[in-house]
């Protein structure tokens, strides 16, 4: 099942959400992480090591079992870092993306994974179009503040003109318990008709998970993140059931 998880803006915690969310989905199932965006911050938050990722898998000829990592304290959790080809080239990266060799990746990552959750770079580009265009079901990542509504009218108005037709729902990030918070989080509820998978607390030890390279979870399973993130992994899996 392919899942991406987008956002317009930068700094709402996308990547991190990512991480924690494939994370629990992995504790059932098996689940495959794959890195999109430039910026390789799934292999920097696990603290990997990497040679080649996801961009040397669309514009070169890397081979799956080269570019798959294993994350040693959850089994199921696999991942795949975007790669040293988008460093160096970009323009290309995002401006040639093959759409047809991602569908070829795909093919053969649900093979042996049951999730195929893509973190993507914060904007529109061709290869975050490329995987909405192929997703089963999206995640859109935004916190609670102006620039994040307003960047949610944006994309969802470009989802209409680009045809794209996969369900969705928006995971809130960062809430706060004030009154701006629920008020950016009414009108947030308000735009997407209550289409929300879950709320996501600013919350401190988040940070001192990604500075051990671990996740939440892991790292402290009582937090109010780590309960929070449970409670949206199961939300999701009822929306999934019912595509």
């Known amino acids: 099942m392919v899942i991406p998880i987008v956002s317009l803006k930068g700094g709402v915690g996308k990547s991190t959400v990512s991480i924690n ?21 799934i292999a920097s ?48 990266y995002e401006e040639e993306f ?13 093979k042996r994974y049951k999730y195929l959750i893509f973190d993507t770079s914060p904007r529109i580009s061709k ?9 089963d079901f999206f995640i859109i990542v935004i916190t609670p503040d102006p620039a994040s509504v307003a960047s949610l009218k ?3 108005e470009t989802l ?36 929300i998978l879950g709320t996501l607390p600013r919350d401190g030890t988040v940070l001192e998970a990604a500075g051990e390279c671990t996740t939440i ?10 309960k929070n993130i449970e409670k949206v992994v199961v939300n999701l899996k009822k929306r999934l059931q019912n595509l």
């Open 45 to 92: 938050l696990f603290c990997k090591r990497y040679k080649a990722g996801f961009s040397e898998l669309i514009f070169e000829e890397a081979k799956l079992d080269d570019v798959i990592m294993e994350i040693e304290e959850n089994k199921n959790l696999h991942i795949i870092p975007t790669g040293r080809y988008v460093i160096e080239h970009p323009i290309i």
């Open 127 to 135: 290869p975050v179009i490329s995987l909405l265009g192929v997703a």
């Open 160 to 195: 209409k003109e680009k045809n794209i037709t996969a369900d969705y729902s928006i995971i809130v990030n960062g809430m706060q318990p004030d009154q701006i918070s629920e008020d950016f989080f009414a009108f947030i509820q308000a735009i997407s008709h209550n289409n």
């Open 217 to 226: 979870r892991l790292y402290d399973d009582t937090s109010a993140f780590a």
């Open 21 to 41: 969310l494939s994370d629990m989905l992995a504790l059932e199932e098996k689940t495959i992480l794959i890195d999109t965006d430039q910026q390789n911050s």
């Open 98 to 110: 093959h759409s047809e060799k991602l569908k070829k990746i795909i093919v053969e990552l649900e």
């Open 154 to 156: 944006i994309f969802l």
